[in-house]
């Protein structure tokens, strides 16, 4: 789409964010879901996947996305605007993943 190629033009995603994981920001990202993403969404009445182990996570990311945590919200969710306000409340990531 036309649109989207001025959008990104205009404003580049910064390259720090299409640069794979560390595992450090792995093992950063696995705490942050397990300690504070899913009781958020528990909070707010969804369900969650099972969690994996630590190790599993890490090595499934890359492939799998290693713990699909958003997986029932985004079919629980009625409208953009309540998607919108569950990812406010509980964001997906932390906001020190990328530095």
Same mark, same amino acid.
């Given at each position: 789409?036309?649109?989207?190629?001025?959008?990104?033009?205009?404003?580049?995603?910064?390259?720090? @964010?299409?640069?794979?994981?560390?595992?450090?920001? /792995? *093992? #950063? %990202?696995?705490? @942050?879901?397990?300690?504070?993403?899913?009781?958020? /969404? *528990? #909070? %707010?009445?969804?369900?969650?996947?099972?969690?994996?182990?630590?190790?599993?996570?890490?090595?499934?990311?890359?492939?799998?996305?290693?713990?699909?945590?958003?997986?029932?919200?985004?079919?629980?969710?009625?409208?953009?605007?309540?998607?919108?306000?569950?990812?406010?409340?509980?964001?997906?990531?932390?906001?020190?993943?990328?530095?």
């Amino acid at each position: 789409m036309i649109a989207t190629y001025v959008c990104d033009m205009k404003y580049p995603l910064d390259p720090k @964010y299409e640069q794979p994981l560390t595992d450090s920001q /792995l *093992i #950063a %990202l696995y705490a @942050y879901l397990r300690d504070s993403l899913a009781p958020c /969404l *528990i #909070a %707010l009445g969804f369900d969650i996947p099972p969690r994996p182990s630590e190790q599993t996570f890490v090595d499934t990311y890359r492939e799998t996305g290693g713990w699909p945590i958003y997986e029932g919200v985004a079919s629980a969710v009625s409208d953009e605007a309540e998607w919108n306000a569950v990812n406010q409340q509980c964001p997906q990531v932390p906001p020190d993943l990328y530095g």
